[in-house]
């Protein structure tokens, strides 16, 4: 009897510390979310890249929308809205790319390469690639279309994508949706109107531009929301270092490939294409040093995404998809955190401060993810049996 008991209590320790490692993991996953937007504004904010976001200088805020005043990229006068699509899938599909390349190394290494690529054939590996065109080439090129519309903004809108799935699992998936989560809903849109109250990016709320990229950032949201909702069929079968793989060259692929040339091709410039393409890698190194190549802040964040993404598979096989989830959600204050170290303190650039609201709405939003995805009582009742 004293055995069985022994035992029993050591297996409640292990499942225990396993359920602590993936809240720890999950956690991380966020922390390296906001590296990666970080990185990602080191790479726009260099090279040829200063210059192709100085349309900002030639169209006036309200005129977004108005072909009559076209900027000129590369010496190529295209309409604003083709301008910013085409800048959001090429930084896009180039950092998903990188990030690619990095997670395959990552799984040759790891001696998984051969079942990455039978993977590819399977069921599970055929709803990964769903996934990815959803929460790549749609998602991941609406953020950084936000980004560029409305700046550091559209981090904590985008990180209503918990909400969105809790919602689109509720209609699609009959999943449950009670009042604790919608409780949880209505206070990440309540952080979401306290970052937006204020001049966080040095736009006024009435500018159109400004607008439409909040408009944008929702659309990464819903993207990242249904891939949240699909993706645990897949992951459930799939190790998670074969389907971040398998999901990071899908997106890269398709989007630096396929949508980035389709665009440049409706903008009436497919053979600007090749040219912006090799010149959006290129910087100012021998002048300024190696961080004023756009190519080595791609490699920094196509890496930071890579691991990101994989470890918020991995800590939601650890410690439930619910927990994981809300863990991760608090990119929505790391990405300003760190975009704030890297790009307002070490590179020196304006529009990265952080006022108090933004301190306090990160964190509110952060307790309604949480609220979303877990109830507080369920949870305190399980750490107390562990």
Same mark, same amino acid.
């Given at each position: ?27 991380? +996953? ?270 920094? +964040? ?85």
């Amino acid at each position: 009897m004293s055995h069985s008991l022994e035992l029993k209590e050591a297996r409640l320790a292990r499942r225990g510390k396993f359920f602590k490692k993936g809240i720890i993991i999950a956690v991380v +996953s966020g922390m390296l979310y906001g590296v990666y937007v970080a990185a990602l504004y080191g790479a726009t904010g260099n090279g040829f890249w200063v210059d192709w976001y100085g349309y900002g200088d030639i169209v006036t805020p309200a005129g977004w929308y108005d072909d009559v005043l076209d900027p000129t990229i590369s010496g190529f006068a295209m309409s604003f809205l083709i301008a910013v699509l085409i800048l959001g899938a090429l930084g896009s599909g180039i950092n998903d790319f990188f990030s690619a390349i990095w997670m395959i190394i990552k799984t040759a290494v790891r001696g998984k390469f051969m079942d990455y690529l039978r993977c590819f054939k399977s069921k599970p590996g055929a709803v990964m690639v769903i996934c990815a065109l959803i929460g790549g080439p749609i998602a991941s090129t609406a953020f950084l279309i936000a980004l560029i519309m409305a700046g550091p903004i559209a981090t904590p809108i985008s990180a209503l994508c918990p909400a969105i799935g809790a919602i689109i699992g509720r209609i699609i998936f009959k999943q449950k949706l009670n009042f604790r989560m919608a409780c949880g809903i209505a206070i990440c849109v309540v952080a979401t109107f306290m970052i937006g109250s204020t001049a966080f990016t040095g736009f006024e709320l009435t500018d159109p531009m400004f607008l439409a990229g909040l408009a944008v950032a929702l659309i990464s949201a819903l993207g990242w929301g249904i891939e949240g909702a699909i993706a645990g069929f897949g992951t459930s079968v799939i190790d998670y270092e074969i389907s971040i793989s398998i999901r990071q060259l899908t997106s890269g692929f398709f989007t630096l490939f396929i949508l980035t040339p389709c665009l440049f091709l409706m903008a009436g410039a497919a053979g600007l294409y090749p040219t912006m393409l090799f010149e959006a890698l290129q910087g100012q190194v021998l002048e300024e040093g190696l961080l004023a190549s756009p190519l080595i802040w791609f490699l920094i +964040s196509g890496l930071a995404a890579g691991l990101s993404f994989g470890f918020w598979y991995k800590g939601n096989s650890m410690c439930g998809a619910a927990l994981g989830m809300a863990c991760n959600g608090g990119f929505s204050f790391w990405c300003p955190f760190f975009s704030f170290l890297v790009c307002g303190l070490y590179l020196g650039w304006a529009g990265f401060d952080l006022y108090p609201i933004q301190w306090v709405a990160a964190i509110v939003m952060v307790v309604g993810i949480f609220l979303i995805a877990v109830n507080p009582l369920e949870l305190f009742k399980k750490s107390k049996e562990v």
